[in-house]
């Protein structure tokens, strides 16, 4: 047989090799197998990922910091070098804010008493944990933070988790005193929606882009760009009035920007409702009776609401019954 | 100490993957081809050991921290193993633009595979624009990522450089 020309065959190649050889097929078959477990979400590959998120947890902690810190001066950088137009944009802003905090008042005022008229049921308080994004465990497929709030803190899989300015995501995963955050564009994320003044349902959906697709809308709805995006509530597992972004894009391609930056997070908080269809999401079997009631901070309960909320999910708890862990 | 160097450079390259560095969302299969390259780099300097096992068991710990499908990095660490091994095999040319070459026909085909693997596993066309932008950017990056790893193991790039690559003096 004629030896064939390229560099990578011209020289001797080494004889067959057998625990080499086998070894590395029995890499190889490792990977696949993996593979395949990790599809169909296998129980054992959940909880050894918990594990080693768990025990890396405070060396990524550690890792985050130079990166963070730089990514904080980079910002303060910034603007410092617009910070005359920040001034003036901030004045500006401050006017029109004073004009709202004073309507605020008047529609809060009114609200109050068409609320005793009708004699409702106050809303339950929403309480929150405010935590740190330790790693930005974002890949090709996957756009997830870890915070490093867990189990310990009162965390269950299914909360919702904001920042100042939105919807981020809802935790995933839970370890004891690690959480991985599923972020609202994750290919995997389905959040359903209301849109604009007339609260059309609708369906954002994470295609792993920076804005969501809004699928599910009713025929012949009518949207506008610029409309706010807010949860419905209706999946059970997040509460009703979160904001989410505004819509983006035209007619039959409408899409979502979400409010909250997502590709640089750094403290969110995560919000313990308690939903009945948590049971689905995350046990108590699995919370191992540590369910955020359950691990509530023993500390003086202060009154909190959440940031991100729409007043509908963000009413005003009264100050007992108000708990927030920060870290 | 010496023969831990590879493993422990690219467990440094795999922490920092998870780093929030507040990349946009483009970039996020950059930082993960560089722990492939560093793979395939070790495997590719003459003298240097990473067994395919560790390579196993870097990838398996990117894929953790990820959140991503178990395994994925893992395969494409040992692919990279694989292949690094066998253009190691090309030292006697000592062409540093071999090796580029080498790597930039490599990582377009692993962009492929790993797109379709990623598809397949998704049930879902996954978009294509992050793993091309991060393989083009990981081609940019090779001599940079080789020569930094010829540094560390060598405390110097010249001698190291000129008895290793013929082409670089």
Redesign the interface.
């Known amino acids: 047989m004629r030896e064939r020309g390229s560099p990578l065959f011209r020289r001797h190649r080494p004889s067959w090799n057998a625990p080499v050889e086998l070894l590395s097929f029995g890499l190889y078959f490792l990977c696949a197998v993996l593979l395949v477990l990790s599809r169909i979400g296998h129980g054992a590959i959940n909880e050894a990922r918990n594990g080693l998120v768990d025990l890396s947890g405070p060396m990524l902690e550690l890792a985050s910091v130079p990166a963070i810190e730089a990514r904080r001066a980079m910002d303060r950088a910034k603007l410092y070098m617009a910070a005359f137009d920040e001034v003036d944009r901030l004045k500006k802003e401050n006017e029109e804010l004073r004009q709202w905090e004073w309507r605020t008042k008047l529609l809060e005022r009114k609200v109050a008493q068409l609320r005793s008229l009708l004699n409702a049921v106050e809303e339950p308080a929403l309480v929150y944990a405010t935590g740190r994004v330790i790693a930005d465990a974002r890949g090709p497929f996957v756009r997830s933070a870890l915070i490093n709030l867990g189990r310990k803190d009162g965390l269950r899989v299914g909360y919702a988790v904001i920042n100042g300015d939105g919807l981020v995501g809802r935790t995933v995963d839970a370890g004891g005193s690690v959480a991985r955050v599923l972020l609202l564009n994750d290919l995997n994320s389905r959040i359903p929606v209301l849109v604009g003044p007339a609260g059309v349902r609708g369906l954002a959906s994470g295609d792993n882009s920076a804005e969501l697709q809004l699928d599910f809308l009713p025929a012949g709805a009518t949207l506008y760009a610029g409309d706010e995006v807010y949860t419905s509530g209706s999946d059970g597992v997040l509460p009703r009035g979160l904001r989410v972004g505004v819509v983006t894009g035209s007619a039959g391609a409408y899409r979502v920007r979400p409010y909250a930056e997502l590709n640089s997070l750094d403290a969110v908080s995560v919000l313990f409702f308690d939903a009945p269809a948590l049971a689905r999401t995350d046990p108590p079997a699995a919370a191992d009776g540590m369910g955020a009631l359950s691990a509530a901070p023993a500390q003086e309960p202060k009154a909190a609401t959440a940031s991100a909320g729409l007043p509908i999910a963000a009413v005003a708890p009264p100050a007992g019954e108000q708990a927030q862990a920060e870290r | 100490m010496t023969s831990l160097l590879p493993a422990l450079s690219v467990l440094f390259a795999v922490?920092?993957t998870?780093?929030?560095?507040?990349?946009?969302?483009d970039a996020?299969?950059i930082l993960?081809l560089v722990v492939v390259m560093m793979v395939f780099c070790w495997r590719t300097i003459p003298g240097a050991a990473l067994h395919?096992?560790g390579a196993?068991g870097l990838g398996?710990?990117a894929d953790?921290?990820?959140?991503?499908?178990?395994?994925?990095?893992?395969?494409m660490c040992?692919i990279a193993a694989?292949v690094g091994r066998?253009a190691g095999?090309?030292k006697?040319?000592r062409q540093v633009g071999l090796y580029w070459l080498i790597w930039t026909v490599f990582v377009s085909l692993l962009g492929v595979l790993?797109w379709l693997?990623?598809s397949l596993?998704?049930f879902?066309w996954?978009?294509w624009w992050?793993?091309a932008f991060?393989a083009a950017a990981s081609v940019a990056l090779f001599p940079i990522v080789l020569y930094g790893l010829l540094w560390v193991r060598h405390g110097r790039i010249g001698h190291a450089r000129d008895t290793i690559f013929r082409g670089a003096s």
């Open positions: 922490v920092a998870a780093v929030p560095w507040g990349l946009p969302a996020t299969f993960p395919p096992a196993v398996l710990l953790l921290m990820s959140g991503g499908p178990l395994g994925y990095w893992a395969l040992l694989t066998r095999s090309l006697e040319s790993g693997l990623a596993y998704y879902r996954i978009d992050p793993i991060g």
